[in-house]
């Protein structure tokens, strides 16, 4: 029977197989997973690894690429494969409030599943005190990108498959964090990744009307921990907005705007009387899902700007670059829009623009930046409309997730993902979510307060929304100030 020789930052694995099956399945049926952002479809480059021996041709997209895409490639005898390092994802700092009334037991945890990535805090639950953090991938990006490919896979026979992978990241995650599983903890996420993570048939979420035949706000167990899931607001607004609206002090007073930005990204309005909520499918732009991007991890270029005239740019960990990451990839726009080097309509001359030897957006890049940030500015003005609530009239803007933390507010203005007249209102807040979740695990009467939130929430549909198709269209150029 022909053998796969797995090499990784583990060691060395022969595993055998039959048939001729794709490098991706053999891989994952023995867990070693790649990211598959476009779902499989071998457009995305995202899956390349380092194969040799007895393969399928290459695909004309490989030829293109110069690598074997793990989800293209055939195993059609004995082979070798080196995968790629992976890197300890960065969480955002978040700081919930200090205990008041923790829910009972003595180490919890506070958790957030992410579409992209996942992360954990553990606390003591006497003292407050942080005992460790972790982040990590989902390494359901292996299934496909986004919530809509996963919901797909989970109707397709894969639900199970999908759980087990959140279940199994979770608990590495919390062992990360601490040497010991929690007593308790709270477990936010959207509302699909929820689905997922409990095994439950997201069939509700596939199809009109898309209402959620579960909205959670329940005690549940998870990995054989009790857990709480924070409400839902609907479908598509998660707990993750529940608890990030928590955080951030969200129907405490005048208007405000929270947007959580992600492949998935949310808002939230307040008007001072309900809370207008939307989720837009931005996609992974700003999450690695461009040519060279990556997450917040090590080697990732998180800051770029210009010095005369020259592109300085800086990296996490303060080692090689090896990617960049969504701040870093705006900055880049910013910078070359300053340049000259793209227009007002996203237009380039040059196939690739270079920010170190390797490091470089191309145009398919600048494109699809492009649509994620309309996607969520014009998500912003339909609130705006919809509430009656006029973007002047909004005291504070929090700019939260893990792309958040790093964002530098005036890049994100010049690219035309903040509104101009946000900006000296617009404020970084780390992974609001689990910040959210910190509060709830710490103060047992913060779980009044995150259920006043949910029912308070009024939806606004973007999706077929005309109103949001105008300001879609308006937003997808660059600004020019």
């Not at 740019?313 to 340049?339: K, Q, T």
């Amino acid at each position: 029977m022909p053998y796969l020789d797995i090499m990784s930052g583990h060691g060395k694995k022969r595993v055998s197989f039959s048939g001729e099956p794709l490098l991706s399945r053999v891989l994952e049926d023995n867990g070693f997973l790649l990211p598959h952002p476009c779902g499989g479809r071998g457009v995305c480059g995202k899956c390349a690894a380092d194969v040799t021996g007895e393969l399928s041709e290459m695909t004309e997209k490989e030829k293109a690429l110069g690598v074997r895409l793990s989800c293209r490639t055939r195993l059609v005898g004995n082979a070798s494969v080196t995968l790629p390092e992976s890197r300890e994802i960065r969480v955002a700092q978040s700081e919930p409030a200090a205990p008041k009334i923790p829910i009972k037991g003595k180490i919890g945890a506070a958790v957030d599943i992410g579409t992209t990535t996942v992360a954990a805090a553990v606390y003591d639950l006497l003292s407050g005190k942080e005992l460790g953090r972790a982040g990590g991938a989902n390494p359901q990006v292996s299934v496909a990108a986004d919530v809509i490919g996963r919901i797909s896979a989970a109707l397709d026979g894969r639900l199970f498959e999908e759980r087990d992978m959140a279940l199994s990241a979770l608990k590495s995650l919390l062992l990360r964090a601490y040497p010991s599983l929690p007593d308790v903890m709270v477990v936010t996420g959207n509302t699909a990744m929820l689905y997922l993570l409990t095994g439950r048939s997201p069939v509700s979420l596939a199809a009109a009307p898309f209402e959620a035949d579960c909205l959670f706000g329940l005690w549940t167990e998870i990995c054989g921990i009790r857990a709480y899931i924070p409400p839902c607001m609907n479908a598509f607004v998660g707990a993750d907005i529940t608890c990030a609206a928590l955080y951030c002090g969200l129907a405490c007073g005048g208007a405000a705007l929270l947007c959580d930005v992600g492949t998935n990204s949310e808002i939230a309005l307040w008007s001072g009387e309900r809370l207008y909520v939307a989720s837009s499918a931005a996609g992974p732009a700003f999450e690695g899902g461009i040519e060279c991007g990556m997450t917040g991890a090590d080697g990732a270029i998180d800051r770029v700007w210009l010095e005369n005239g020259r592109i300085r740019f800086s990296v996490i960990g303060s080692v090689e670059p090896r990617g960049i990451c969504g701040s870093g990839l705006l900055d880049a726009l910013s910078a070359f829009l300053r340049l000259r080097l793209i227009d007002k309509t996203g237009f380039c001359d040059e196939e690739r623009l270079y920010i170190t030897e390797k490091v470089y957006i191309s145009r398919e890049d600048v494109r699809a930046a492009q649509l994620a940030k309309a996607a969520v500015a014009a998500g912003i003005r339909t609130l705006s409309e919809a509430s009656g609530v006029p973007l002047s009239s909004v005291s504070a803007f929090s700019v939260a997730g893990g792309f958040g933390s790093r964002l530098y507010m005036p890049s994100a203005v010049s690219v035309g993902l903040v509104p101009r007249e946000m900006q000296t209102r617009a404020r970084a807040v780390g992974n609001a979510a689990l910040g959210g979740a910190g509060m709830l695990l710490l103060d047992d009467t913060a779980v009044s307060r995150a259920e006043r939130l949910a029912s308070l929430s009024c939806h606004v549909q973007l999706g077929g929304n005309d109103v949001f198709g105008k300001y879609y269209m308006e937003e997808i150029g660059f600004p020019i100030y």
